[in-house]
T-cell receptor
Framework: DAKTTQPPSMDCAEGRAANLPCNHS???????VYWYRQIHSQGPQYIIH???NNETNEMASLIITEDRKSSTLILPHATLRDTAVYYC??????????????FGKGTLLTVNP | NAGVTQTPKFRILKIGQSMTLQCTQD?????MYWYRQDPGMGLKLIYY???????DKGEVPNGYNVSRSTTEDFPLRLELAAPSQTSVYFC??????????FGPGTRLLVL
């Protein structure tokens, strides 16, 4: 799996957009970018994933650069409940394969009132 | 759907005791996983299963055993508890080609 690099921590004001960056310069053509988050003491929660196109769901948007070497997770209107550790994970998703998720240290996002 | 449920939420064991951590999912997912998370660290895969009757080792299987007799259940067994097994244990499941969904975790303290 390609290695990812994330800042250890970020702050964001409540109601503002939170933009969390992730570098994955060694990503391969068939590797997806996944984002999960872990709120204190809870199980990791899936947020969104993408291959090359930008993606949006009810939780967030994922912007992947054209060369796919980096991506940004956007929480459009951050709330206090979005305070969590956010993990960017790059992984092959070939349908029939079983796979594990390699969680690094992630980014601790703190949303301030 | 209840999703992925785990029991117990918290347990204290003495060294050498044994216990089973329960995991159940009601989403008819084929793939199930057990992870452990030590304080301030990422998740490490213990065991996984691709379907009923099929299990395989992950990164850190020593001291643990699993079984998968049904699609829904994937219990994790600790035979001789050691202080090094103090951790938070997460169970997860997924359908083929989809993201993993995690349970709330079991906190285990071995004294």
């Amino acid at each position: 799996d390609a290695k990812t690099t994330q800042p250890p921590s970020m702050d964001c004001a409540e109601g503002r957009a939170a933009n969390l960056p992730c570098n994955h310069s060694t990503i391969s053509g068939n590797e997806y970018v996944y984002w999960y988050r872990q709120i204190h003491s809870q199980g990791p929660q899936y947020i969104i994933h993408g291959l090359k196109n930008n993606e949006t769901n009810e939780m967030a948007s994922l912007i992947i650069t054209e060369d796919r070497k980096s991506s940004t997770l956007i929480l459009p209107h951050a709330t206090l409940r979005d305070t969590a550790v956010y993990y960017c994970i790059v992984r092959v998703d070939s349908g029939g394969s079983n796979y594990k998720l390699t969680f690094g240290k992630g980014t601790l996002l703190t949303v301030n009132p | 759907n209840a999703g992925v449920t785990q029991t117990p939420k918290f347990r204290i064991l003495k060294i050498g005791q044994s216990m089973t951590l329960q995991c159940t999912q009601d989403m008819n997912h084929n793939y199930m996983y057990w992870y452990r998370q030590d304080p301030g660290m990422g998740l490490k895969l213990i065991y996984y299963s691709v379907g009923a009757g099929i299990t395989d080792k992950g990164e850190v299987p020593n001291g643990y055993n699993v079984s998968r007799s049904t699609t829904e259940d994937f219990p994790l067994r600790l035979e001789l508890a050691a202080p090094s097994q103090t951790s938070v244990y997460f169970c997860a499941s997924r359908q083929q080609g989809a993201a993993q969904y995690f349970g709330p975790g079991t906190r285990l303290l071995v004294l």
